[in-house]
C-alpha cells in the first residue's frame, strides 16, 4: 500500500561464497536504475479490488438484514458479488508490494532518511482520511457507529491499535502490520542493507512468526505480526531477485512464503471472509505471485505508460478513505440509482477524491513535514 520510487536494477547472483562488494553491486544497480511502473498498476488494482470487495462482497453485505444493501447482494448482483467475494486478496497483494518497495526505496539509507520518508508518506494522507471519514460519518449516520472525539484525536497517532482504541475505519488495521515491518526492518537498515542480510532477516523472522502462535507468549506474537509476516517476506525475496537476480535461497524464502500464505489464506477464509473459497484464493494469490516474479526478473520493463505513475500515487488515498465514507455513501444512494452503476460511480469517485488529496494535500503537507523533521534532526546533532 506504501512506498516511494520504484526502481529497477537487476544484478546477476553469482554463488553465495564469491558474492560481490555490497557498495559496488549497489552502484552498478544504481546506474542502470528505472522506474517500475507494472508495481504502480498493480497497487492500483488492489486497491480497487478491496474497494469492490467492501462494497459488495463481503459477509455483511450479503446478510438479509445489512446495513449497506437492503436485501444480500447475492441477491442484487450475484455475478458481482461472487467476483468481489475474492477482493480482499488485495490486502495480502499489498503486504507483498509493501516488502518490494520497502526493501527498495531503503537501500543506501540512513535511518534517519528510513524515518523520515515514512512519516512523511504514510501521515499526511492518513490524517486527511481520518478527519474526512469522521466527518462523513457525522453527516451520514446509521451505517456505522460514531466514534468518540478522543478516539478520534488518538487515531490521529496511528497507533490506536497498540492503545486497544477502535479504529475510525476498519481498514486501518493493515497499518498496525505495517509499522510493525517497519520497526523490524530498521534493524536491517541501522546495520547497512545487504544481500545477507536482508536474507537473514527474512529467515529469522518466518522463524519467529512460524513459532509466535504456539509460544504462548504475546510480545513475540506482538512482535512477529504471523499475521502478515510472511507475504512481506515475499516481497523482500522479490526484491532481492530484482536487485541481485534469482538463485535458489531465494526461490526458497519465496516458496516457503507461498506454502504459508496459503494456510494464512485459509484461516482468513475460516475466520473472517465466509463468502469466498480457499481454491480460489490460493489461485489469485498464486497468479499475483508470479506477475510480481515476473517483475523482479525484468520482464515488465517495457511497461512505460506514465498514467501508471499517477495511478500509483492514487492507491493510498482511496485504501484510506473508501470503506466507511463508501459504504455510508452506497447506503444513503442505494434506492435512487442502479446496484451495478452505483459500485462503479462510487469507486470513480473516491479515486477524483484521492487525486485531489495527493496533490493539495500530500504533496505540500509532505514537504513541509521533512523539512520539520529535517530541521530537529540538524538541532538534535548539534546540541548533542
Known amino acids: 500500500m506504501t512506498g516511494l520510487a520504484l526502481t529497477r536494477g537487476a544484478q546477476p ?6 558474492l560481490p562488494q555490497p557498495a559496488a553491486t549497489a552502484r552498478q544497480g544504481s546506474e542502470r536504475s528505472r522506474r517500475l ?27 438479509p438484514d445489512n446495513l449497506i444493501w437492503d436485501r444480500p447482494v447475492s441477491d442484487i448482483m450475484p455475478t458481482v458479488f461472487h467476483v468481489a467475494a475474492y477482493g480482499w486478496i488485495g490486502v495480502e ?3 507483498v508490494i509493501s516488502g518490494f518497495v520497502i526493501c527498495m526505496s531503503c537501500w543506501g539509507r540512513t535511518p534517519r532518511q528510513f524515518f523520515v520518508s515514512r512519516v512523511i508518506r504514510l501521515y499526511p494522507a492518513y490524517w486527511f482520511a481520518v478527519l474526512f ?6 453527516a451520514v449516520p446509521g451505517v456505522w457507529e460514531r466514534v468518540r472525539p478522543r478516539d478520534v484525536l488518538l487515531n490521529l497517532t496511528m497507533l490506536q491499535s497498540g492503545s486497544g482504541v477502535r479504529n475510525v ?10 509499522l510493525r515491518f517497519y520497526l523490524l526492518f530498521l534493524v536491517v537498515v541501522r546495520m547497512g542493507l545487504t544481500y545477507r542480510r536482508v536474507v537473514v532477516f527474512c529467515c529469522v523472522w518466518g522463524a519467529a512468526a512460524m513459532l509466535a502462535p504456539v509460544a504462548d507468549f504475546p510480545p513475540l506474537e506482538l512482535m512477529a505480526a504471523p499475521e502478515g509476516a510472511w507475504y512481506f517476506i515475499a516481497g523482500l525475496a522479490l526484491y532481492l531477485m530484482h536487485r541481485f537476480g534469482q538463485d535458489l535461497l531465494l526461490w526458497g524464502i519465496l516458496g516457503m512464503a507461498w506454502l504459508m500464505a496459503q494456510k494464512e489464506l485459509g484461516d482468513r477464509i475460516d475466520e473472517v471472509e465466509h463468502v469466498s473459497g480457499w481454491r480460489g484464493a490460493v489461485l489469485i494469490f498464486t497468479v499475483f505471485l508470479l506477475v510480481m516474479v515476473a517483475v523482479a526478473l525484468g520482464y515488465t520493463d517495457r511497461i512505460r505508460w506514465r498514467w501508471l505513475v499517477t495511478a500509483g500515487s492514487l492507491t493510498y488515498p482511496l485504501y484510506l478513505m473508501h470503506y466507511a465514507a463508501g459504504t455510508a455513501v452506497i447506503n444513503r444512494l442505494r434506492d435512487q440509482m442502479d446496484a451495478r452503476l452505483l459500485v462503479a460511480v462510487v469507486p470513480a469517485g473516491f479515486l477524483a477524491l484521492s487525486w485531489a488529496v495527493h496533490r493539495f494535500v500530500e504533496r505540500p503537507v509532505a514537504g513541509v513535514v521533512k523539512r520539520g523533521l529535517e530541521r530537529a534532526f540538524v538541532r538534535v546533532r548539534s546540541v548533542g
Open 13 to 18: 547472483l553469482p554463488p553465495l561464497a564469491v
Open 37 to 63: 511502473h507494472a508495481v504502480d498498476g498493480i497497487r492500483l488494482l488492489a486497491a480497487l479490488m478491496v474497494a469492490l470487495h467492501h462494497y459488495a462482497g463481503t459477509r455483511r453485505a450479503n446478510t
Open 93 to 95: 497483494i499489498f503486504f
Open 133 to 138: 471519514t469522521t466527518g462523513v460519518l457525522a
Open 169 to 178: 475505519d476498519g481498514v486501518y488495521w493493515t497499518l498496525w502490520s505495517e
